[in-house]
């Protein structure tokens, strides 16, 4: 990666985190542990994703000393939201099928909070056939097992087997390697979710099988022009984190560039081409995601590039 695309991925990702910052109030919970909060997981949606950003960006320890600070107080403040661990402890405890309460918490364990309770209840539930024979879609069967991974819990069955990574791999549409030209919207969205689960994220680039690496390295660049051409702007950004998910990690500069030219002033990134919201609210509500996308691809930009000093980009 050249020193101009490591500048712009900065300036974008720093941006980013601190508009998340200056509006966290806007996806602040307004009961715990209210019954909706407990039916919906959606009531805390923008609570998961921004602890997502924030864990990711301490993990990396990429960012600048103001970055980190920023990204510190933001998941406190979500770890607040949801009672350090209770409202998630009382959700699966009522809706023991349900997998948002682990994945939501593994973001708070890789930033270093945990709950012994809510551990103690997650390790009983995912033992049970029940859970285990849970109907999920591939890419999210596999995201369940990257939380449990880095909650330090097992997926145990019976006989003490661990997760099955190649079946569950097989079993979504990037395990087999398919015609590329016949992605859509919501399975381009699938294809991203089985690299970042697969490599928590960038963590363990290693992971992804070679075969899928090598044909993820083809077809990205591809993909991303096909989103940046109709103005899919967090799809587009959520393909750029796989680019550094991969074992050997691309990083484009004309990529950049095009975030960088759709990115507000105040560090909001839109979501698409249409017309942004005025209200505040409304606007937090819906460009928050790719926001966070914008935060995510620059740490794990930086990141790779701290871990692979000597790659540069194509």
Partial sequence: MTTDVTQTAHAVSSRALGWLHANRQYGALTDLPGPDLIDDADAYKAVGETALA????????????????LARELLEFCWDQLGEGRLLYERLLRHP??????????????????????????????ALRSTRAGELVP????GVA??????????????NQGSDWTAMTEATWLGHTPEPWHIDWMTGYSVTHTAFHLSDWGRIPGALPTPIAGYLANWLPVW????????????????MIVENCLPTPHTDPDDWQRLADVQYEDGMVPR??????????????AHQHPTIVAVIAGTLALTRVLDEPHHSSS
Avoid: C
């Avoid at 890419?139 to 596999?142: A, Q, V, Y």
């Fill in 54 to 69: 924030t864990s990711l960006v301490l993990r990396s320890g990429a960012a600048g000393s103001s970055q980190l600070a």
């Fill in 97 to 126: 099928l349900m997998t948002d309460p682990l994945e939501t918490y593994a973001h708070f364990v890789r930033g270093g909070y945990r709950n012994a309770q809510l551990e103690q209840l997650a390790a009983h539930t995912m």
């Fill in 139 to 142: 890419n999210r069967r596999l």
């Fill in 146 to 159: 990257n939380s449990a991974r880095v909650a330090g819990l097992t997926q145990d069955g019976e006989g």
């Fill in 224 to 239: 991303i022009d096909i989103w940046a051409e109709t103005g899919q702007w967090d799809l587009m950004a959520e393909l």
């Fill in 272 to 285: 698409d081409d249409k017309a942004v919201e005025d209200d505040p609210a409304q606007r937090f509500d």
